[in-house]
Nanobody, 122 residues
Framework: QVQLVESGGGLVQAGGSLRLSCAAAGRTFSSYDMGWFRQAPGKERELVAGISWSGGSTYYADSVKGRFTISRDNAKNTVYLQMNSLKPEDTAVYYC???????????????WGQGTQVTVSS
């Protein structure tokens, strides 16, 4: 079982930056693949970025490549999403997610945080 708590969302102007954090509670954090999903009103949930348990493998949606960076600190049980050059279309609720190795993908994950709102104004 993994409990996830996101922080760092907010309102930012287009072109600005935000850093999301996700703190995980659970002894086996380092064995979980982690990811960030987002969902905007009227749109389907989208896997934005993912990172393997070791940090050695990452995934990014085409819409955020070159602008977003996912990272993790297993010693702190925390995963991060650095978001630069934000656009109004990045506005959404962002969810941290976790799955045992190999279980996280665009179709979903096993554990979810409560979500944090990111709003980018034009």
């Amino acid at each position: 079982q993994v409990q996830l708590v996101e922080s760092g969302g907010g309102l930012v102007q287009a072109g600005g930056s935000l850093r999301l954090s996700c703190a995980a509670a659970g002894r086996t954090f380092s064995s979980y693949d982690m990811g960030w999903f987002r969902q905007a009103p009227g749109k389907e949930r989208e896997l934005v970025a993912g990172i393997s348990w070791s940090g050695g493998s990452t995934y990014y949606a085409d819409s955020v490549k070159g602008r977003f960076t996912i990272s993790r600190d297993n010693a702190k049980n925390t995963v991060y999403l650095q978001m630069n050059s934000l656009k109004p279309e990045d506005t959404a609720v962002y969810y941290c997610a976790a799955s045992p190795t190999g279980g996280l993908g665009p179709e979903g994950a096993d554990y979810w945080g409560q979500g944090t709102q990111v709003t980018v104004s034009s």
